[in-house]
């Protein structure tokens, strides 16, 4: 045989040996992608975080993958599932907002069909996403989908438009009238005490707890708008700052917000901060309530 033919032929051999295993490659690729689902990642900005997508379908112990890298904090609530999912120690699982993280990601798997409703530890119904789980017999595959519009809660600036903060002082998201807050004693102005200039690396306040407020969860974020935290750039609010009392007692509830550092040398470079305040309290079977107030801070 000649040279030539030799390698011909065997040059035809490892041709029809690669398309075997591409061939098998085909097969096994649409199978793995059905069993795994995601990302869901936690998004948007203040008032408005959302889950992405909302919606995504999975197989019976199929694995969806969840993460945040927000920078804001975020954890995940099952609520009712078909069965608890298995999630790895990376997704912060929990009913309050103690299990939440700024940067975290991980995954979970789901062993029973039916639809699994999430919430986040923080933001609750506001901000809630589904994982729909498929009989194994089921030939639909791993989608990913944001038909439905999420429901907020009212935005924090005064008027309902524009981009700049609050007056300071202003009380941008108080229940309306003939809806007082039980959570509250008293009406939202007198009940919520935070003043309008502060001096210091923290901001300090209070909140007036009614007995039925007894054992609700409250949460002060602070934020400032980007610009004012550096030379230049656009101007978008950011956080820099945040407290948590997994349990209230009825009466007086004083806290002191903490600046985080890069707020700190802002402070220290312009002599001046104006604070962005949302105090947040929820309680299992009452609506939550939000309240916003706007400090002027120096050193």
């Not at 945040?68 to 954890?75: I, K």
């Not at 998201?173 to 690396?201: C, E, F, R």
């Amino acid at each position: 045989m000649a040279p030539s033919e030799h390698a011909r032929r065997w040059r035809r051999w490892l041709l029809l040996c690669l398309a075997g295993v591409l061939g098998a490659a085909v097969v096994v690729m649409p199978a793995l992608a059905s069993s795994e689902g995601g990302p869901i990642e936690a998004g948007g900005g203040p008032p408005y975080y959302a889950w992405s997508p909302m919606s995504v379908e999975a197989k019976v112990g199929g694995t969806v993958s969840f993460s945040n890298s927000s920078g804001v904090y975020h954890g995940i609530e099952w609520r009712s599932p078909p069965s608890e999912p298995h999630c790895t120690a990376g997704v912060p699982v929990g009913t309050t907002s103690a299990a939440s993280g700024t940067s975290w990601s991980g995954s979970c798997t789901f062993s029973k069909a039916g639809e699994y409703v999430f919430w986040c530890t923080v933001h609750r119904q506001y901000m809630s996403g589904k994982v729909i789980v498929k009989p194994n017999g089921e030939t639909t595959t791993v989608t990913s989908t944001s038909t439905s519009t999420p429901t907020y809660p009212p935005p924090t600036t005064p008027g309902g438009g524009g981009g700049n903060p609050p007056t300071p002082g202003y009380e941008t998201s108080a229940p309306t009238a003939g809806s007082a807050p039980a959570l509250l004693a008293g009406n939202a102005s007198s009940a919520v005490k935070v003043p309008a200039s502060q001096h210091g690396h923290a901001v300090h306040g209070s909140v007036a707890i009614s007995p039925a407020g007894e054992g609700a969860s409250l949460e002060v974020d602070l934020f400032a708008r980007s610009a004012g935290l550096a030379s230049a750039g656009h101007s978008t609010l950011v956080p820099i700052g945040r407290f948590v009392v997994a349990h209230v007692h009825a009466g007086s509830v004083r806290f002191s917000v903490a600046l985080t550092r890069k707020a700190r040398k802002a402070l220290a470079r312009h002599r001046r901060l104006t604070v962005t305040l949302r105090l947040t309290l929820h309680s299992t079977g009452a609506k939550a309530i939000t309240l916003t107030r706007t400090v002027l801070l120096r050193p």
